[in-house]
Structure formats: C-alpha cells, structure tokens
Nanobody
Framework: QVQLAESGGGLVQSGGSLRLSCAASGRTFKDHAMGWFRQAPGKEREFVAA????????YYADSVKGRFTISRDNAENMVYLQMNSRKPEDTAVFYC??????????????????WGQGTQVTVSS
C-alpha cells in the first residue's frame, strides 16, 4: 500500500517556474513506477511524466518535453516535478500516481493504482 500527498502548487506567472513534490508512504516506494498527471477544467486527465522504479526509464508528454523534469529520491520517498517556462495552458490540477509494485512505467493512467489528492497549479498570462 502506498499513500501519496502532493504539495507545491500555487499561482505562477507565465514563464515562471514551480516545483511540485509528492511524498509517499510505505516501505516499497522504491519498487513502484511513479507518474504525474494533470487535469484541466473541462478536460480529461492527461499524462505529464513518468519515472521507472529502477530510474532507467523516463517519459514525458510532448507538451512538456524540455520544460518539465521528473525526478525521485528513493531514500526520502519523494517524487518531484520541476516545471519551467510555464504556460497558461499548464493550468490544471496535478496528480501524483504510483504503479503496482515492480509495475511497468507507462503513460496511461490505467497503469497506476495509487493516486494523490491533487494540487492546483494556475499559470497567469
């Protein structure tokens, strides 16, 4: 069982930077692939970034590639999403998610079974 809690959301101006954090509970955190997803008002939840439990695989959505960086600290049970060059279209609720233990690193939300409550990120133009 993994419990997740996101933090770091808020209001940022277009072009600014923000780092989201996701704190995970549980001794098996290092064995789970982790992902970030977001959901804008009136839209479906979409994939943002993912990192494997072995640190060997990282995926990004095309819309954030080159601007966002996902990382994890297994010693601290933390996952981060560094967001640079923010755009108004990045406004959304951002969710942290974990796969089953030793699960594959995927871009589909169906590949993740543990979810945080989300944190709101608003980018002003």
């Amino acid at each position: 069982q993994v419990q997740l809690a996101e933090s770091g959301g808020g209001l940022v101006q277009s072009g600014g930077s923000l780092r989201l954090s996701c704190a995970a509970s549980g001794r098996t955190f290092k064995d789970h692939a982790m992902g970030w997803f977001r959901q804008a008002p009136g839209k479906e939840r979409e994939f943002v970034a993912a990192i494997s439990w072995s640190l060997g695989v990282i995926y990004y959505a095309d819309s954030v590639k080159g601007r966002f960086t996902i990382s994890r600290d297994n010693a601290e049970n933390m996952v981060y999403l560094q967001m640079n060059s923010r755009k108004p279209e990045d406004t959304a609720v951002f969710y942290c998610a974990a796969s089953r233990r030793y699960g594959p690193t995927v871009t589909s939300s169906s590949g993740y079974i543990y979810w945080g409550q989300g944190t709101q990120v608003t980018v002003s133009s």
